[in-house]
């Protein structure tokens, strides 16, 4: 089963340890999958040998994006991301950050997307205190949840 909650994601966390895996973690709300975010997590993917996603919970997702996100429930969300073969583990987080998670399973690589500042990135500090390397990866140009919905607002308010 690849969704985990944490206590589980920590003992897998220290299994790799031992077996000198490296644990790449990214994390993100991945509402309305697309090919940006398949792109974003087999690059991510490449960077070591377990690739762990933190998944914005429904309630943290609203509480970033507002009321009307997420458009899909988080259950569906993980099961979709699960289903990924880049994909090994999904934890669904309550937070509005990732920071406890980060905490907890300390990655050997961090990754988000190159929107972000390096030094704005939650759990910076936590991974390269430890040894750990930050890597933004460039976004997929013209892929976004944002421009989905907006091309299903104008296709379907035009049709009314």
Not at 13 to 41: P, S
Not at 54 to 80: H, M, T, W, Y
Not at 111 to 120: F, L, M, S, T
Not at 125 to 139: A, L, S, Y
């Amino acid at each position: 089963m690849k969704r985990v909650d944490l206590d589980r994601l920590a003992t897998i966390r220290n299994g790799a340890k031992k077996d000198g895996k490296r644990v790449v973690f990214t994390n993100g709300c991945f509402d309305i999958l697309h090919r940006g975010h398949v792109e974003y997590l087999e690059k991510a993917k490449k960077l070591g040998d377990i690739l762990i996603v933190g998944l914005n919970s429904d309630q943290s997702v609203k509480k970033i994006k507002g009321d009307e996100r997420p458009i899909v429930g988080q259950d569906d969300r993980a099961f979709v991301l699960s289903a990924l073969s880049c994909v090994d583990y999904v934890c669904i987080f309550e937070e509005e950050t990732p920071e406890e998670l980060i905490r907890k399973i300390v990655p050997d690589v961090l990754v988000k997307g190159a929107d972000w500042e390096k030094e704005d990135i939650v759990g910076k500090d936590i991974v390269e205190r430890n040894g750990g390397q930050v890597i933004t990866i460039p976004e997929v140009e013209g892929k976004s949840t944002r421009k989905i919905i907006q091309t299903i607002i104008e296709r379907y308010s035009k049709n009314r």
